[in-house]
Each structure stands twice: as C-alpha cells, then as structure tokens.
C-alpha cells in the first residue's frame, strides 16, 4: 500500500508543479504598469518558485517510499 | 520562463513504466501461485508444471526475476530523482522574476513648465492682477421634512417563567444537612478543615432555620451551593421528590451551568498559607536557632533533609525555629506551673527550685525531641506509602504512555487520579512546577528527585530522565520498570505472606495453646489447694487473663506491624 501511496503522491507533486509553472509563465509573460504591480508581481513569482523548489524536495523524498 | 514541463513528462512516464512494472510481476506472481496451487492440488504433473513455470519465467528462475524486478524498480528511481534534480536546478537558477518587463508607455509624464529665459539680472516688477471671485448667493434649501417610519411592536408572544429553585423545608433541610456529603453552610474547602464539619457553627444555624447558604464565588458568578449539589448528586430535587425543572431551568441556565461544571472540574492549586506560629517564631528565635545550627551543622543538616521528606508545608527554616520556640514557651511556662505544684506538696524552696528546672528542661527537652523525631517519622511513613504504590503508578503511567501522550500529560493524568498515595504528591508537584513555574519536564523531574524520601522512585524518576535525555524509547523503559517493580512486589508480598504463616503457628501455639493449658493446669492446681509463689491460683488466673494475654496479643499486633515489609 505504502508503495502505491509513494508514487500516487508523486504523481500529485507533479501535476501541482505543471500548475505553478503555467502560473509562474503567465506571471513573467505579462506587462505591469507600475512599479507597484510589478513588486506584487515579483513577490508571486518568488512565492510560486519556492513552492515548486518545495514540491522538488517532497517528490525526492517520496521516491525512497518506492519499493 | 522556467521550462520544465519536457522533465514532469519525463517523470510521469517514469511513474507509468513503474505502475506496469509493478502490474507485470504482480501478474508473474499470481500466475506462478495459480500454478504451485494447481501442481499441489495434483491438478498438473511436475512436467507440466515445469514447462508452464518456464513459460511465465520466460526461461529465468525466480530470484533472477525478483532481482531483476528490483533492478528495474531502483533504475527507475534513480531516473526519477536525476529528472526531479534537473527540475530542481532549473527552478532553483531561475531569475526570471528579477527582469519583470512594464509598460513604459503607461508611465506618468512629469509636469513640465516653461518658464521664460531670463535675458538680464534685472529685477522685475511683477503684477498681480486683482482676483475676481463672483460670490453666488447661497439659495436656501427647504427644511428636510421628518420622514417618521413607524416602529413594528413585537407581537406579545407566550410569556415563559423561569422555575424558581426549591425552598426546602426545616425537616427536608434538616436530613439533607445529615444525609448529603455537601454543606451548604460550608465553603467546601473549608468542609474538611471546619471542627466537626461546622455543625456546631452559626452558619449551621442559620441554614437549618433561616435556609441560609454559604454563597460559593466561582469568578464573577456567585452560585448557591445546593445549585451545584443539584449538579454533581442529581439534586436535592430528586431526594425530597421534587423535579429537575423545580431546581433548574435548563435553557435559561444550560450556559452558567457549564460554565460551572468547567470551573468545578478545573483543579485549584494548593497554596501554602502563612503560619502564624512560624511568624512568631520566626521573629522570636531566629537567632538563638542559627546558633545552634552553626554550632552543630551535622544534626541540622539531617534535620533539614528529613523536613524536605516530610514534605512539611513549612520552609525548612521556619520549622526549626518552631521547635526552638515550643522549647523554649513551653520550658518556660512549665516553670510557673511545676512552682505551684511543688510547692503544694511542701517541698523546700531549694528543693522546689531544684525540682522545677529539671522538669522544665525535661518538658522542653520533650517538645525538642518531639519537633526533632516528628519529620523523620513522617519521611519514613511517606517513603512506605510510595514504595508501595510505586508499581501500580508505573504500570499506570506506561499505559498512559504507550497511548502515545506527552510526559507532561502523563504526569498530569496521574497527579489527577489521587490513587496512589505519597506518589501523586510527589507526581503533583512536577505537574505543577511544569503549569505554574515553567519549568520542564526534565528540570521538574530533578526537583522532585532531590526531595523525595523514596531511593526507589528517585531511581526511577533518574532513569526516566536519561532516557529522555539520551532518546532512549521511554516507552519502553516504562513497561521494562513497570513488570520489574510488579515483580518485586510480588515476590515481597510472597516473602511477606510466609513468614506470616510461621507468625501464625507461633501465635496459636504461644498464645492459644499455652493460656489453655495453664488454665487447665491451674484448675487442677486450685482443686489440690495452695499457693505457686506466694500467689493464690485465682490471683494468677486473674493476672493471666486480663493481664497478661492482652498485653501478650498487643506486643504481637506490634511486632506484625514492625515486620510489614516496606512493599
């Protein structure tokens, strides 16, 4: 069961990081008008980046779940 | 633009080869169980199934097949977790964010003014054309007319009385003051220190003719006491016939009532309250005290070990002093008193004097000794008492443990049971140096392992903290202590229980057997005629029987007591 739970967690990992990265292309795709929007903008791409940094660890650690 | 969708493909096709990977030697395995079940059951011969096993096989034996299963399951994973650090570097090197592009297009122009150039220095006078404001008459509006919308009433609806509670009567109130554990005249921890349970009080007058109740502050909420013996009994109510409703309106209450039932059930903590006596003393005998403790620092640090034992709700400091003062008053007043007496009975004046100092110091002296002995006394009862709970709290506690709570819960769940003895004291006061002061479980534990009176429960408490200490699994070692303290009370209690077998032989030999044949022997002695030491045969009978056998069955009580062991 546990190596089951590994890989389907695995796979739900994967499809979020397709999802922020969609998100994080649309984000740098866009024009601001202002220097605040920008701001805002950059502190969501920063965000959206360390979710994904974050989706990377958990799928290695994961991976060991697999037998 | 982070571009790693081309390594997420790559991982999920990694994770579909791995699911038919997994499908395909399930399917080998359940093949293979087919084919052993059919070959046990004499279905197919070994050719057969010989044949039909290399087939599945694919000319491979079994442990080649799982090896290569295994080898396939960990290349897999090894391609999953290249994949994901490659996605990993790209997300982590991406900067893209710093390069936000935006429309500059949309940016504000700055005001410009042309000023005109100045062609000299010279100054110029400028003028200021005058202002002309054209002032419009305000038009007056008309007065805001007073709309007025019309209240709707509420409809009277059905007008619900609250129940008043019950007015006992003097005879119910009268059986329920001897029948119920409750006082209501009594503030209920007062109940156990009130002489006689206040029965002999004024309040207690006043709630047998009056109904006067004790009323009890629960923070801001006053509540009668019968209120909450309602609550914690089923209610007076319910004793003297009435209905819960007579007593207690449940909607218009049900709020105060847990509010109640939560104050009720939350422990109070205890707090020492000042002595009076250790106040007098304090200011009296302090100094003649750190004489002596100065003079002999041995005694007075015995003394001061057994007061921490005892755990004698005193400081240590003020308790000596209290001795040294019950002394000294009690030396003293004895002086006046053994004057009289000795005079009384005509001694001489030297004599008198004589006689009265020795009897003061030896009242004194008494008073010391009594001070002295009292808290070793206390220590040793206290250290009985927590041996012999100690296996039961440990078996207690590992329970508790193995459901897998905190040791600060543990130590609260168990302080709160009361169950077993001196232990939830000692338990007690960890929980409360974790509650009230802060402290940690462990610097808690060594606290109280520095006080306590048991080397058996300083051992455990010690043990408990290393292994915490060391991340050993407490679990564990409580269940190890649990069944090793089991164990020795168990064979203590053995021990105990034989011996008290050869007690009983001995009692019924030694006090049975031997008084009867005495009696008998005496009878016919007393048949004969004639004394045996100058005693007549009634008078030793006479001794024997109200004298001697009591006192024989007394010194016997006392020695089974003596010999209890400590278990």
């Known amino acids: ?67 | 633009m982070i571009k790693i969708k081309p390594l997420l493909h790559e991982m999920n096709s990694c994770l579909e080869e791995l699911s038919e990977a997994r499908t395909n030697i399930r399917k080998v395995s359940y093949e293979l169980e087919m084919l052993d079940r059919k070959y046990q059951r004499g279905e197919i011969d070994y050719k057969n199934y010989t044949r039909q096993c290399r087939e599945i096989l694919t000319g491979k034996n079994r442990s080649q097949i799982s090896e290569n299963y295994s080898y396939y399951i960990s290349s897999l994973k090894k391609r999953l977790r290249e994949t994901n650090s490659k996605a990993f570097n790209i997300i982590y090197n991406d900067t893209s964010f710093e390069d936000i592009i935006y429309d500059k297009a949309s940016k504000k122009k700055a005001a410009t003014f042309n000023l005109p150039e100045i062609t000299s220095l010279d100054i110029y006078d400028i003028e200021i054309p005058a202002l002309h404001i054209e002032i419009k008459e305000i038009k007056k509006t008309k007065p805001i007319q007073k709309i007025e919308i019309p209240i709707p009433k509420p409809e009277p609806g059905e007008k619900l009385d609250a129940p008043h509670p019950v007015k006992l009567t003097f005879f119910e109130r009268f059986i329920y003051s001897f029948s119920s554990k409750n006082k209501p005249w009594v503030l209920p921890q007062e109940a156990d220190t009130v002489f006689m349970g206040g029965f002999l009080s004024k309040e207690f007058l006043d709630y047998l003719f009056y109904g006067k109740e004790k009323e009890e502050n629960f923070g801001k909420t006053k509540v009668l006491r019968s209120i909450l013996s309602y609550e914690q009994k089923g209610g007076v109510g319910r004793d003297f016939g009435g209905s819960k409703t007579d007593v207690l309106d449940p909607y218009l209450l049900e709020k105060e009532i847990k509010e109640i039932k939560n104050l009720i059930s939350r422990k109070r903590p205890d707090v020492y309250k000042a002595s009076t006596l250790g106040y007098l003393a304090n200011i009296s005998v302090r100094k003649i005290t750190i004489f002596f403790i100065e003079q002999y620092p041995d005694f007075f640090k015995a003394l001061y070990r057994d007061i921490r034992y005892a755990n004698i709700r005193v400081l240590a400091n003020t308790y000596i002093n209290i001795v040294f003062f019950l002394t000294l008053v009690s030396g003293i007043s004895a002086i006046p008193i053994f004057t009289l007496i000795y005079s009384l009975q005509g001694s001489g004046i030297g004599m008198m004097l004589v006689k009265t100092f020795f009897t003061s110091i030896f009242i004194g002296g008494l008073f010391f000794a009594g001070g002295v002995y009292y808290p070793s006394m206390k220590a040793k009862s206290r250290k009985r008492s927590i041996n012999t709970n100690i296996p039961f709290a440990i078996d207690h506690m590992s329970s508790v443990i193995s459901s897998g709570v905190s040791p600060a819960t543990m130590f609260k769940l168990i302080s709160n049971s009361r169950e077993y003895g001196e232990i939830s004291v000692e338990i007690d006061k960890v929980s409360n140096y974790v509650e009230f002061f802060g402290y940690d479980v462990l610097t808690s534990l060594k606290a109280v392992a520095l006080t306590t009176p048991s080397e058996d429960f300083k051992e455990f408490i010690d043990g408990f903290v290393s292994t915490i200490e060391t991340g050993g699994n407490l679990k564990q070692y409580l269940s190890q202590k649990s069944s090793e303290a089991l164990l020795n009370y168990r064979l203590e209690r053995q021990k105990y229980v034989e011996a008290l077998s050869t007690y009983s032989d001995i009692y019924t030999g030694v006090l049975i057997a031997a008084p009867l044949f005495f009696v008998i022997a005496l009878s016919l002695v007393s048949v004969i005629g004639g004394n045996i030491g100058g005693f007549s045969v009634s008078t030793i009978i006479s001794f024997g029987t109200y004298g001697a056998i009591p006192v024989l069955n007394l010194l016997f009580l006392i020695f089974l007591e003596a010999s209890q062991p400590e278990i």
Request: proline share 0%.
């Open chain 1, 1 to 67: 069961m546990q190596k089951i739970e590994g890989q389907l967690k695995i796979s739900e990992h994967i499809e979020r990081l397709e999802v922020l990265s969609d998100i994080y292309a649309d984000l740098s795709a866009k024009t601001y008008n202002g220097r605040t929007e920008k701001d805002v903008a950059k502190l969501k791409m920063e965000l959206v980046k360390k979710e994904m940094l974050l989706l990377t660890y958990l799928i290695n650690k994961d991976i060991d779940k697999i037998e």
